[in-house]
């Protein structure tokens, strides 16, 4: 991994330096090291850089708003944030941060967390090789996208190509009768005209398709039509995470990464509706089960899997009241004022319903107790 630490203090780097230095066994190849975090964007233009350290309280600017700059610009870096102050630890939430470190750092705390930064880097690793090995790769979270080898998006002629190669991929696995077809893609339309269309649609995506290396890339056999390309997905990376018996905090990490937002969110196509509420139950539900099951959970992917679940499921009351009390357990006041407001504003607001006297009294004693304290 490439790695590149930015903190304002000389001393804080160079002890950093010295205890990775130490942990022989990732491979670590030290790319800068900077006071000034201005300076590193010009080495990000230059460089793949795949981990940066960042402190968290320099004096000129906060951490938090160079992490978001960063991963705005550069989104494939992972970030572990070092603090001084534990508080503040819990501000890493607000971004995707891979870790946390407390200073002094220690290299046992140090291990773990480049542990987590290396199974997060393999793993995109395997990604990349899945584009390459398939020539072709599907992204359906959070937007459709066929990429090429080069990570290129494949351009469509129309909007119903697309939607056929779709089709023809999620049931690659079996062979489909153009009725079904049909059906599905053009179900308004009379019989002999989706005949027309069919087959207009089917040259125009083979011709879009031998563009990358099959010269035969839909077959046809007896009115039947199966795609014959060997294709990633990221559809099938979330399948096989979700299907596990257990799950650790690679395997959740990595179900997160992947479920960047509903299948195929963007498109109204009314075949997708099914799959799209079904992944959706089945995600959350893993979620849920981590979140309820695992003892010691790292906060940050508690937070993480407590705001996805709710992202899932914006009006669930018991997911608002697990993270409005993992909020309270963390001493985020600010944060817990806002969130209160988002529930008062989702349920009294938008649903005409009073916020449960649960969370309202769980709420007003958490701010109480601040009051008293003088906090």
Same mark, same amino acid.
């Given at each position: ?233 990221? /559809?099938?990376? *979330? =399948?096989?995470?979700?299907?596990? @018996? #257990?799950?650790?905090? !690679?395997?959740?990490? &990595? ?63 018991? /997911?608002?009241? *697990? =993270?409005?009390?993992?909020?309270? @357990? #963390?001493?985020?006041? !600010?944060?817990?004022? &806002? ?37």
């Amino acid at each position: 991994m490439n790695i590149v630490i930015i903190d304002d203090e000389k001393l804080a780097i160079d002890v950093l330096t010295i205890v990775l230095e130490e942990l022989t066994q990732f491979s670590i190849c030290m790319k800068g090291s900077f006071t000034d975090a201005m300076d590193a964007f010009d080495l990000f233009e230059r460089e793949q850089i795949d981990l940066v350290f960042l402190d968290m309280e320099m004096l000129d600017v906060h951490g938090l708003q160079i992490a978001k700059l960063m991963l705005a610009k550069y989104p494939q870096i992972q970030l572990i944030f070092v603090t001084a102050h534990s508080q503040f630890a819990v501000d890493a939430f607000d971004v995707a941060a891979t870790d946390y470190l407390l200073k002094p750092v220690h290299e046992q705390r140090l291990e773990k967390a480049m542990i987590k930064a290396q199974q997060i880097y393999d793993s995109r690793r395997e990604t990349q090789t899945d584009i390459i090995d398939a020539n072709l790769y599907v992204r359906v979270f959070g937007g459709f996208q066929l990429l090429d080898t080069e990570q290129k998006t494949v351009k469509w002629r129309t909007k119903k190509v697309s939607e056929l190669f779709l089709f023809l991929w999620l049931h690659q696995k079996k062979p489909l009768l153009n009725v079904v077809i049909m059906e599905n893609l053009w179900p308004e339309v009379e019989p002999e005209r989706a005949s027309v269309n069919l087959h207009t649609t089917i040259y125009q995506l083979r011709k879009t398709l031998k563009q990358y290396g099959s010269d035969n890339p839909i077959l046809l056999v007896n009115n039947h039509y199966q795609l014959s390309m060997k294709i990633g997905s990221d /559809y099938e990376q *979330l =399948l096989a995470l979700i299907e596990r @018996e #257990q799950h650790d905090e !690679q395997s959740i990490q &990595q179900i997160l990464n992947c479920y960047e937002d509903d299948f195929l969110a963007a498109e109204e196509y009314s075949w997708a509706i099914r799959i799209r509420l079904r992944l959706k139950q089945t995600v959350v539900n893993v979620l849920e089960s981590y979140v309820a099951d695992t003892k010691g959970i790292n906060p940050l992917l508690k937070l993480s899997c407590l705001q996805k679940m709710l992202e899932i499921e914006e009006y669930n009351e018991q /997911y608002m009241f *697990l =993270l409005l009390q993992f909020l309270i @357990e #963390q001493n985020k006041k !600010q944060a817990c004022y &806002q969130f209160y407001e988002t529930i008062q504003e989702k349920l009294l607001g938008e649903l005409n319903i009073p916020v449960p006297e649960k969370m309202s009294e769980l709420y007003k004693e958490y701010m109480k107790g601040h009051e008293a304290s003088g906090m």
